[in-house]
């Protein structure tokens, strides 16, 4: 979230500061228009790993060829639903050169018309992005990542899905609307020369990449204390307060408090949810002051909030039983 300038600084330059981010919050919990406001016709991508990245690809296709996926607002996805939605709305580029919705999706298939034969063909950019054994380059990231098993989920999404795609691989660029750049950038002088990630303006207005807040490492996750998380180019966080109440998480059993220096530390209370903040700004930490704003300050994050975090993160199922494969360091 972020903490607001004074009302007398709005229209003042701004110098590089290299330790925070002038970016707009939007509280949930106030009169404030949200992002995606307006929104009549939406489409929602659902999970399943490479069946849903398939399914979802065939459900575009069949749209485009009816000239229908153009008057989408929306798209919100998760999981596999994501997979395939996030390459749709950022792709320009396959290995270099610029493509078309049409390539990208292919032609529409009649199930009767698909012999060996047809199957032989070469598929849609968009059937056969993924870049490599998934297995082997798992295999390599864990050893390269032994005891950061937490950024190995990511960094597939990047190798073994985004590859090939111009751009959408990069952990270090941010993402936002192109309509919001220059405006950015001014407010941001420190990022002028940054890369940024924006969506295809050819696609729907707003994209949502669904996920969820589990627990912090070394307690437990359960139905009382998921925290609905969503993604966008332009904003991310968590819409509401969970029953407006704080969240409470309980010490894993597996882990007893005495092993890691946490003796009569076993619950946790804490305030999650309750608005968005602009995405390219979005890791740092919280401040107390979440009033909201059009130029508030946040810490600047260690990293850019980049698209296969994002991914990842909306596709955590498998990346959470990575999360588990800790050394005995951990």
């Given at each position: 979230m972020g903490q607001c300038t004074s009302a007398s600084t709005k229209s003042e330059k701004y110098r590089p500061l290299g330790e925070v981010f002038r970016a707009k919050v939007l509280p949930v919990h106030g009169d404030v228009e949200l992002p995606g406001a307006g929104i009549n016709v939406g489409l929602c991508a659902s999970g399943g790993g490479c069946r849903a990245m398939s399914f979802s690809t065939g459900v575009y296709r069949a749209l485009n060829?009816?000239?229908?996926?153009?008057?989408?607002?929306?798209?919100?996805?998760?999981?596999?639903?994501?997979?395939?939605?996030?390459?749709?709305?950022?792709?320009?580029?396959?290995?270099?050169?610029?493509?078309?919705?049409?390539?990208?999706?292919?032609?529409?298939?009649?199930?009767?018309?698909?012999t060996m034969e047809a199957l032989k063909e070469e598929v849609p950019l968009l059937s056969g992005v993924v870049n490599g054994d998934s297995s082997t380059i798992v295999k390599a990231l864990l050893e390269e990542h032994k005891g950061r098993e937490y950024?190995?989920?990511?960094?597939?999404?990047?190798?073994?899905?985004?590859?090939?795609?111009d751009g959408l691989d990069s952990l270090e660029a941010y993402m936002a609307l192109e309509e919001d750049l220059k405006r950015i950038r001014e407010d941001n002088p420190q990022l002028e020369k940054k890369r940024f990630l924006t969506p295809r303006t050819?696609?729907?207005?707003?994209?949502?990449?669904?996920?969820?807040?589990?627990?912090?490492?070394?307690?437990?996750?359960?139905?009382?204390?998921?925290?609905?998380?969503?993604?966008?180019?332009?904003?991310?966080?968590?819409?509401?307060?969970?029953?407006?109440?704080?969240?409470?998480?309980?010490?894993?059993?597996?882990?007893?408090?005495?092993?890691?220096?946490?003796?009569?530390?076993?619950?946790?209370n804490r305030t999650m949810g309750g608005g968005f903040t602009e995405t390219f700004a979005f890791g740092g930490a919280a401040p107390k002051e979440q009033s909201g704003g059009e130029k508030c300050v946040l810490k600047e994050p260690s990293s850019p909030f980049a698209l296969p975090y994002a991914v990842g993160i909306s596709s955590w199922a498998a990346g959470g039983a990575l999360n588990q494969a800790r050394g005995p360091e951990w």
């Open positions: 060829e009816l000239e229908v996926l153009g008057k989408l607002d929306a798209i919100s996805s998760v999981s596999g639903g994501t997979w395939c939605s996030s390459i749709l709305m950022f792709a320009r580029e396959f290995k270099g050169a610029p493509i078309e919705t049409s390539e990208l999706l292919g032609k529409v298939t009649i199930p009767a018309d698909l950024e190995v989920w990511p960094k597939l999404m990047s190798e073994w899905l985004l590859r090939n795609f050819d696609k729907p207005r707003t994209f949502i990449m669904n996920g969820c807040s589990l627990a912090p490492l070394k307690y437990e996750a359960s139905n009382d204390n998921v925290v609905s998380f969503q993604m966008c180019p332009d904003f991310t966080g968590s819409p509401f307060y969970p029953q407006n109440q704080q969240v409470k998480y309980s010490m894993a059993p597996m882990l007893p408090c005495k092993d890691f220096g946490l003796s009569g530390l076993r619950s946790l």
